[in-house]
């Protein structure tokens, strides 16, 4: 079992940035970023692994920075130049078990925590 609690969500213009935690019981293999917007589907955001290596969405490409302090059993996601259709409720999610590559699909991963909400304001 892996427990996650995020935290640093909140509102903001756009333009703006956030930087949204994850505080885990234990570092996971595999850790991921997810959101979801009212009406939509959980969409991934940002994945890392255990070696560092990361894996993101087109849209986030050069504005989002996932990383992880291994010391903290803390996951990072650092948002900026964040867009009015961005705002959702954002999830931390962990998975253990291997996978061919680092997984940005929310049926690939186990635990999940309870989501921080973003609020981006035009």
């Known amino acids: 079992q892996v427990q996650l609690v995020e935290s640093g969500g909140g509102s903001v213009q756009a333009g703006g940035s956030l930087r949204l935690s994850c505080a885990a019981s234990r570092l996971s293999y595999y850790m991921a970023w997810f959101r979801q917007a009212p009406g939509k589907e959980r969409g991934g955001v940002a994945s890392i692994n255990n070696d560092g290596s990361t894996r993101y969405v087109d849209s986030v490409k050069g504005r989002f920075t996932i990383s992880q302090d291994a010391a903290k059993n803390t996951l990072y996601l650092q948002m900026n130049s964040l867009k009015v259709e961005e705002p959702a409720m954002y999830y931390c999610?962990?998975?253990?078990?291997?996978?061919?590559?680092?997984?940005?699909?929310?049926?690939?991963?186990?635990?999940w925590g309870q989501g921080t909400q973003v609020t981006v304001s035009s």
């Open positions: 999610a962990a998975e253990g078990a291997w996978r061919w590559r680092l997984p940005l699909d929310s049926v690939e991963y186990t635990y």
